[in-house]
């Protein structure tokens, strides 16, 4: 469905994606892990052309191709419309909106009006607390609540893909817990592939049909998740489950898998 | 009285627009002021040059005004790589100068006469004491419809809502898949147009030249900045405020008249930054 194929991306003279390639299949769940500064947000927002303020030929290498087409030229509101959602890091929501005018915007590509009313049920069926709230301001919401908002919004465009970044962000682990029941429910009810940026790993391989690892801006492994929570180099750095300290005191990932 | 509400229902006018532009892209639009004059002039040349019926030169005017503003945006602002606010400032003072020469050069420096299909010694008295000219009338009926118009537009409308979207949070606006671009040149253009209807008020009122729009836009600004620059309700009290506020010094002091303006904005930035009427929004992380 989403295929990436050597993508290079720079922040002026930093090279923040070294050449990643990934593919994602049609209803999986598909996770990217790794460390702050790994450059995982960076694939999402190159995937989006939102860093086309920066410069205009981003990603400067590679290609990126959703449903057989190539969406690495287009503009953003021409990938919303083919079906690519996104839910940024950090909820983003319109603060002086209401949660209602909010959901809305989701639709803004959409002309459809009556099918869009069905939605916003569906929606709120997802989330029944956004629908007790719709009259509110966006702003005056907790930050679990407005996770919801940024993901109801995020699937009022009918998404055949929906990226998230980092939904858990700031947010209790019960909270994070409802928060992932709900992207399952929308990945299997729905049948919307989802593509998820996490650093909450345990969750993530919980969740997940196959993650990427990545580090300093490339892709170290790609497994299924069963294996990788079995791995012992992921258990020391992400799940906390330490071994023994190597010699330096820390150790990279010896890079088993590598496109290039 | 009367009067002075009536001017400050034009200041609020004018500020609506540059409200308008501030909102969407936070730039404070200096060329605004030149804008108006400019679509102004073009209402005079139509009307003095073509001899057309004033509705249809006002008609035309509007559109002028409209695609005025969208071009404005799209030759100046729009290239502007990297823009930092303060560099857009200085893009719209270019516009300003650029504007006011070309409308000096193209229909002089000296005064023009320009009226509105008003005769504005018509009066009326309702209550004893009270008067209202027609000019009065006009303004305040503009200024109610225009108002209204804008009330609905921004609560109602796939557009208009998109619009606050946009000046909310630019960057959610795009992933939502709105043209932001696109927003930007309609504020530009809807700007443009209630900045020209208040404009021509104006120039009915004193004449027209290429400078004249100069005081009117500060007084409006000042207006702006008491309303604080972001509500357009709070902008239409503080236009209200300053034509009462100037009137009144015109009365009593005449010679602080053309001062009072400044003083407002000057105590406005000290007291109270964000203005009489914002709410304040602190992001939540």
Avoid at chain 1, 79 to 102: A, Q, W
Avoid at chain 2, 251 to 271: D, N, R, T
């Amino acid at each position: 469905m989403l295929k990436v194929n050597n993508i290079e991306t720079w922040y002026d003279l930093i090279r923040a994606l070294h050449g990643i390639s990934f593919e994602v299949k049609q209803g999986d769940i598909v996770t990217l892990l790794g460390s702050n500064g790994a450059g995982k947000s960076t694939i999402l927002k190159t995937i989006m052309r939102l860093l086309y303020d920066l410069k205009e030929e981003q990603p400067e290498k590679g290609t990126i191709e959703f449903m057989g087409e190539r969406i690495d030229r287009k503009n953003t509101d021409e990938i919303v419309r083919m079906g690519i959602s996104y839910v940024p890091e950090g909820r983003e929501v319109f603060p002086e909106l209401s949660v209602l005018e909010n959901i809305m915007m989701g639709a803004y590509t959409r002309r459809d009006r009556k099918t869009i009313k069905d939605d916003i049920d569906h929606v709120f069926d997802h989330f029944p607390i956004l629908k007790a709230r719709k009259d509110q301001e966006a702003g005056h919401l907790s930050g679990g609540e407005q996770q919801m908002l940024a993901i109801g919004r995020a699937l009022m465009s009918r998404p055949k893909l929906l990226m998230l970044d980092e939904p858990s962000l700031g947010l209790s682990p019960l909270l994070t817990r409802d928060i992932f029941t709900i992207i399952r429910d929308i990945n299997q009810k729905d049948g919307v592939t989802i593509l998820l940026v996490e650093q909450n790993v345990n969750m993530a391989l919980k969740y997940a049909n196959f993650a990427f690892m990545m580090e300093n801006g490339r892709i170290v492994r790609a497994e299924k998740p069963e294996i990788l929570r079995e791995d012992e180099d992921v258990k020391e750095f992400y799940l906390g489950i330490a071994k023994e300290t190597s010699v330096k005191g820390y150790q990279r990932y010896r890079r088993k898998v590598r496109f290039r | 009285m009367v009067e002075g509400l009536a001017i400050g229902a034009c200041y609020g006018l004018f500020a609506t627009a540059v409200v308008i532009i501030y909102k969407t892209s936070e730039v404070v639009n200096f060329a605004q002021g030149e804008m108006a004059m400019f679509s102004s002039f073009v209402a005079f040349h139509i009307l003095s040059a073509y001899q057309y019926p004033f509705w249809l030169a006002f008609v035309i005017t509007m559109l002028f005004s409209i695609l005025l503003g969208i071009l404005i945006e799209f030759l100046f602002l729009r290239p502007a790589k990297h823009p930092s606010i303060l560099g857009m400032i200085v893009i719209t003072l270019g516009a300003e100068m650029f504007l006011m020469g070309l409308a000096s050069w193209k229909w002089g420096a000296e005064q023009k006469f320009f009226s509105l299909p008003l005769n504005p010694s018509v009066t009326y008295e309702p209550v004893k004491g009270m008067i209202i000219t027609n000019w009065a009338i006009a303004v305040f009926a503009v200024t109610a419809c225009i108002m209204l118009f804008l009330y609905i537009f921004f609560k109602f409308t796939r557009l208009g809502v998109a619009m606050r979207a946009t000046q909310q949070n630019k960057h959610a606006a795009k992933i939502m898949g709105i043209r932001t671009e696109r927003i930007f040149s309609f504020a530009w253009g809807f700007s443009s147009l209630i900045g020209a209807v208040a404009g021509m008020f104006f120039a009915s009122r004193a004449t027209l030249d290429p400078a004249f729009m100069m005081e009117p836009f500060l007084r409006a600004f000042a207006a702006a900045v008491l309303g604080g620059l972001m509500s357009i309700p709070g902008v239409i009290i503080g236009g209200a405020l300053m034509g009462l506020i100037e009137n009144f010094f015109g009365y009593f002091w005449p010679h602080w008249k053309p001062i009072i303006a400044f003083i407002v904005i000057i105590l406005v930035l000290c007291l109270r930054p964000s203005g009489l009427f914002t709410k304040h929004y602190v992001k939540k992380v």
